[in-house]
């Protein structure tokens, strides 16, 4: 890893998005359907997420506009009051915005002279002399999972819990250890581990977050931030070894982290589950039997195109070469990197832009040789550096409240949905209590009840069609028994189903006597398997798991969903099992991935 190459990506648009807050803790908001502006919203959300473009900037002010999500500006007019719309003229919409060394901000109209405040509620430009109303707090809308990139020293955060640092000496972040949770909370900023550990001012990391936890940010247009304690203390990486810690002397820029989100690493294995890996710079074997940092890939995803690249930890990206043959030395807007991917029971398939698909060659080389896929295209995958999920949507992140026990697709602070690696590409989800329980919750069409809250769904019955609903099962730390019998329960993984059809019933009424319940026990048997479902990972296209109900203890340890249920030992009482249909036989057109993402 040493003579790495690491070219660190262009920021994108979302890395320079920010939430403007005011003196009163408000949000910038534009009212599209009334084409004003006003600061009254306590959340950051999607009418409150600018995106800030610079056409002059230098050390402590810059020349910029403000956009929103919808491509209109923030428009200040003679009169001093604020519209939304479109600029007139070249210095119409623009403002001077001045970095204060507080971490505050400041806009001042170009054209006027007057400085953007609020009273609250309502936004204007009056006021030509300072105070303390003028200033708002940038805070980054980007997703809370995140790296932290230094310029300085050309190397990544990474965290060492065995150590309890953090060290600034990572050249490529294809860890879990690179990746932070980035928590706004009461105007500071709390930096989580992937190990669920915070970083404190004392440059040690702890288990919880306190006042020793919370850390000052600078913004500066472009993705630069800089942390601070309050009193003159900046954090930055420090002696030989790179220990992110305060100091009060920095070199100049040694501060300055670019912050950007937590990229997709993933591992990929041939059906002789030999890992994908580079050898010689730029060639690509199926060879390696343990996972070593030439086997990881970064996974880029397009929704729009529907296309995948993958990049490798040399710094380029898989292509097609000459004869066939699949190459790591590919540019990032080269054709020939682009590969169209399918989906088969948590397994993929890739096909290159010539049409032929990606397979495994006798000498173990990777080419592109197929026109029809088989078992010898088919390659597992598993996340490199993604210990848990964090899912936002449109209205917000996936979370918990603690005034009731509604799951809220609304929530400003997200809660970590670990993942449970399984057997072929299939994950099983944790929440932070228990790992399985008895109720379900689902998110409606949009239009039928509000979109942002994910109602509960009958424990008999779960249902659901291929359109935007998504269920979710909610973490109780109860057993409820099924029937009258002691020891059965019903028990649920925590999971997001989509795309297929999924029903758990009773079709035989209980205490009748047949030939699949031929105890006459007061529940029945015959359907206990829902399998194959679809979800989206973040920045990542679509994934398989499965579900199981089942009605007796499982073993202490997490079984496989693929497993059976015989194995298991689940399957007395001539049981039999269904299976969702479309789970084994897959029509090509099912396998296309079908529509963008709910949750990223």
């Known amino acids: 890893m040493d003579e790495v190459e690491w070219t660190p990506r262009q920021p994108k648009s979302e890395d320079l998005r920010v939430g403007l807050i005011s003196w009163a803790g408000s949000y910038l908001t534009y009212e599209a359907c009334k084409s004003t502006v006003t600061a009254a919203a306590k959340g950051l959300g999607r009418r409150q997420t600018w995106e800030i473009l610079v056409s002059n900037e230098h050390d402590t002010q810059a020349v910029v506009r403000l956009r929103s999500l919808q491509g209109l500006h923030l428009l200040c007019e003679a009169d001093g009051s604020l ?19 507080n971490g505050k901000w400041t806009l001042q109209c170009i054209i006027s002279g007057r400085y953007l405040e609020s009273d609250g509620e309502d936004v204007f430009c009056n006021s030509r002399v300072l105070s303390a109303y003028h200033m708002w707090t940038p805070r980054p809308a980007l997703h809370v999972h995140v790296i932290l990139y230094s310029p300085f020293n050309q190397c990544y955060a990474r965290a060492d819990p065995t150590m309890c640092r953090v060290w600034v000496d990572a050249p490529v972040p294809c860890r879990e250890e690179c990746g932070f949770l980035l928590h706004f909370q009461d105007g500071c900023y709390h930096l989580e581990t992937s190990t669920h550990f915070f970083l404190s001012h004392l440059d040690r990391l702890v288990s919880q977050p306190s006042t020793q936890t919370a850390f000052h940010m600078q913004v500066r247009p472009g993705g630069l931030v800089a942390l601070s304690d309050g009193e003159g203390g900046m954090l930055y990486a420090q002696g030989a070894h790179l220990l992110l810690g305060l100091g009060s002397n920095p070199h100049r820029g040694e501060e300055w982290f670019i912050l950007q989100r937590c990229p997709t690493w993933v591992s990929l294995r041939s059906k002789s589950r030999k890992f994908l890996s580079i050898f010689y710079d730029v060639e690509v074997y199926a060879t390696s039997e343990h996972l070593t940092p030439m086997s990881l890939f970064q996974f880029e995803s397009n929704k729009e195109s529907r296309t995948l690249q993958l990049r490798s930890t040399n710094g380029c990206y898989l ?95 997200p809660d970590c949905i ?16 228990l790992l399985v329980n008895h109720i379900l919750w689902h998110l409606p069409p949009m239009g039928k009840v509000r979109p942002q809250l994910l109602h509960r769904a009958s424990g008999e019955q779960l249902a659901h069609g291929a359109s935007t609903q998504w269920l979710l099962h909610a973490i109780r730390p109860k057993r409820h028994p099924v029937g009258r019998q002691r020891g059965h329960y019903q028990r649920m993984y925590l999971g997001i189903l989509g795309q297929w059809d999924a029903t758990y019933q009773n079709p035989i009424p209980p205490g009748k006597v047949t030939t699949l319940n031929g105890t006459g026990t007061p529940e029945c048997r015959s359907m206990r398997r829902i399998s194959v479902t679809q979800l989206f990972l973040p920045s990542f296209a679509k994934h398989l798991f499965r579900a199981i109900i089942h009605h007796k203890r499982p073993p202490a340890r997490p079984w496989c969903a693929s497993d059976s249920v015989h194995s298991r030992g689940l399957g007395g009482g001539g049981g039999d099992e269904t299976e969702v249909p479309g789970h084994s036989k897959f029509s090509r057109e099912e396998r296309l991935p079908n529509g963008n993402p709910f949750f990223h």
Not at 323 to 342: Q, S
Not at 377 to 391: C, K, T, Y
Not at 418 to 433: E, K, S
């Open 319 to 413: 292509a097609q070469r000459r004869h066939r043959i699949v190459m790591a030395d590919g540019c990032p807007l080269e054709p020939e990197t682009f590969f169209r991917m399918y989906w088969n029971c948590g397994r993929i398939i890739l096909q290159s832009p010539s049409g032929r698909f990606l397979g495994i060659a006798p000498n173990s080389l990777l080419m592109a040789n197929a026109t029809i896929p088989g078992s010898n295209e088919e390659f597992g995958i598993l996340l490199a550096n993604r210990p848990f999920l964090v899912l936002r949507g449109r209205y917000g992140y996936v979370g918990t409240s603690s005034e009731h026990d509604l799951m809220q697709c609304n929530m400003d602070q």
């Open 83 to 101: 519209c939304y719309g479109r600029p007139r003229t070249s210095h119409h919409g623009c403002f001077l915005l001045r970095f204060h060394r």
């Open 418 to 433: 670990h993942l449970l690696p399984c057997r072929q590409g299939i994950y099983h989800f944790q929440g932070r209590g």
